[in-house]
């Protein structure tokens, strides 16, 4: 949960000019702005907590031994159980984790009781869901860093290996812009 500030009404009003300046349409991009440009001008860095980082890649990949921020991310390779999987992105991983959890317990109500995200034993397609009729189940949709969650949790209780590359976009919110990280699971 982000943290919730108060100002005054004055300051919201000189916020709202600034904007206009900088070119930003909300109070928070506008002080994300001025906080970025003062720290620039201080020559300070965001502190990221350096024990989610596990190693540096020989190609200079951050890997992490936990999850790092995944918003504003996009997955250039993943494998599940060492196959590949085209295209992928957060939810074909963890719905590619859920097919091979599928294929141990067998019964779609089983599977449903297994997961910790919204998901039906039957076709549900309303309020975000997707069916799936190769596992007779519904799941609702999640955000990366919840599906990573999932995912995760997943593969190490079912002992499933899973590694995703991937890369923050260059914006301005994301942890890392432009680098790529790595993440691993149920090894």
């Given amino acids: 949960m982000m943290p919730?500030?108060?100002?005054?009404?004055?300051?919201?009003?000189?916020?709202?000019?600034?904007?206009?300046?900088?070119?930003?349409?909300?109070?928070?991009?506008?002080?994300?702005?001025?906080?970025?440009?003062?720290?620039?001008?201080?020559?300070?860095?965001?502190?990221?907590?350096?024990?989610?980082?596990?190693?540096?890649?020989?190609?200079?990949?951050?890997?992490?031994?936990?999850?790092?921020?995944?918003?504003?991310?996009?997955?250039?390779?993943?494998?599940?159980?060492?196959?590949?999987?085209?295209?992928?992105?957060?939810?074909?991983?963890?719905?590619?984790?859920?097919g091979l959890v599928h294929a141990k317990v067998l019964d779609a109500r089983k599977l449903v009781n297994e997961l910790q995200i919204p998901a039906k034993a039957a076709e549900y397609t309303q309020d975000g869901y997707k069916f799936l009729p190769e596992l007779g189940i519904s799941v609702q949709g999640q955000s990366a860093a919840d599906a990573w969650k999932e995912t995760a949790r997943l593969a190490d209780k079912f002992q499933i290996p899973v590694e995703v590359r991937f890369k923050w976009r260059e914006n301005d919110k994301a942890q890392h812009p432009g680098k790529t990280g790595v993440i691993r699971a149920g090894s």
């Fill in 4 to 98: 919730v500030i108060r100002i005054n009404d004055a300051t919201f009003v000189d916020l709202k000019s600034i904007s206009t300046w900088l070119g930003t349409n909300t109070p928070s991009e506008t002080i994300d702005a001025l906080v970025r440009a003062k720290m620039d001008d201080l020559g300070m860095e965001r502190d990221v907590p350096e024990d989610h980082i596990h190693e540096l890649g020989s190609d200079g990949d951050l890997v992490f031994e936990k999850a790092p921020g995944l918003t504003f991310t996009r997955i250039l390779a993943a494998s599940v159980k060492d196959a590949a999987l085209p295209k992928a992105n957060w939810s074909g991983v963890l719905l590619g984790v859920i």
